[in-house]
């Protein structure tokens, strides 16, 4: 059991550092041939700390493990809803532009309904649903661009000015040097991915719980570390906003593009294997969770402005109940 847990913790290792050399020489080279800056932060930065959902997703669905590829993309949302932006409002709430959370909130809430219509009318996905659903997540990349051009470039702004302060102590690399944190970075976390899946399953089942308990918990958590730590690096820096729409951004991803992806690949079934009062614990519990959360968590910004530390506090107890649940019961 050991050496499983161990190598459970080198796939996270490897899913962290692999997204973190993948996006410095994806920027470094998108900044080498002089693409906007407002396309590097809308797709390059947002999608590479996505990539760790994404590898993990598909990798699970190529071996037709549906309880990780499930687990993970749902597990991710509630993680990153209820831990990762609860941390930041409870710690520093403050005001936040409407306006810039109306595009992800709604694209969020539309993917979502979709992806749960299908659940609860099919108990699962068929492939057109998957191309749907990366569909949808090449027009919101167009909207955003469009919408950031449309503001007079503030979001730009703000971003570059993250980005600029992150990277400012970091000496410019080569060509090849980029070239080479890209493809070591998509091999470590291709590496890593694989590693969680297979030790993750052997641990589910040593633990004598289903796969998508450990999806939805131990590495949700895993694949939501870069967000994690790219929300406290925000909030350090005084851009607790911005760390907020980052969150719904990533929330999207996971359904549009995370399980976009894994369906595409290999259609599934929702995880049945653990059940209450005689019904399906996913169609219960997660999936409504999922609506609960993200609706706690966009709606106060949304018509007040502004984020209220007893809503983090609120939102920290949710994901406390939720992962003793999956365990305990």
Same mark, same amino acid.
């Given at each position: ?16 550092? /692999?997204?973190? @050399? ?50 993970? *993309? ?15 409002? *409870?710690?520093?709430? /403050? ?32 492939? @057109? ?22 503001? /007079? ?123 209450? *009062? ?52």
């Amino acid at each position: 059991m050991l050496i499983p847990v161990l190598l459970f913790l080198l796939g996270f290792a490897l899913l962290i550092k /692999g997204g973190d @050399w993948f996006v410095d020489g994806a920027t470094g080279i998108a900044e080498r041939f002089h693409l906007p800056e407002l396309l590097i932060g809308a797709t390059v930065v947002s999608i590479g700390t996505t990539l760790p959902e994404v590898m993990v997703s598909a990798q699970a669905a190529l071996q037709n493990n549906s309880g990780i590829s499930y687990g993970n *993309a749902i597990g991710s949302i509630i993680c990153n809803a209820s831990l990762i932006s609860a941390i930041t409002i *409870a710690i520093k709430p /403050g005001t936040v532009k409407k306006q810039s959370l109306i595009l992800p909130t709604t694209a969020f809430f539309l993917a979502f309904s979709f992806y749960a219509i299908l659940a609860y009318l099919n108990g699962g996905f068929e492939r @057109w649903n998957g191309i749907v659903l990366l569909s949808a997540f090449v027009i919101y990349i167009i909207l955003s661009i469009m919408q950031m051009k449309k503001n /007079g470039g503030e979001d730009k702004e703000e971003i570059a000015e993250v980005v600029e302060e992150e990277i400012e102590d970091k000496k410019v690399n080569s060509l090849a040097k980029e070239l080479l944190l890209l493809v070591i970075g998509a091999i470590a976390i291709a590496f890593g991915a694989n590693l969680l899946v297979e030790n993750g399953t052997i641990i589910a089942s040593a633990l004598g719980v289903p796969d998508s308990v450990i999806g939805l918990t131990m590495v949700a958590l895993g694949t939501s570390l870069p967000e994690l730590i790219t929300a406290i690096t925000a909030l350090m820096k005084g851009h607790g906003a911005l760390s907020l729409g980052n969150v719904i951004g990533a929330n999207l991803f996971n359904i549009v593009l995370v399980s976009g992806t894994a369906i595409s690949i290999s259609p599934f079934r929702i995880p049945s294997e653990k059940m209450i *009062a005689g019904m399906n614990s996913s169609l219960v519990v997660d999936i409504p969770l999922v609506f609960i959360v993200m609706i706690l968590l966009c709606l106060p910004p949304l018509f007040k402005g502004k984020l209220y530390r007893l809503q983090g506090i609120l939102l920290l107890l949710i994901y406390i109940a939720f992962t003793a649940y999956q365990f305990l019961f």
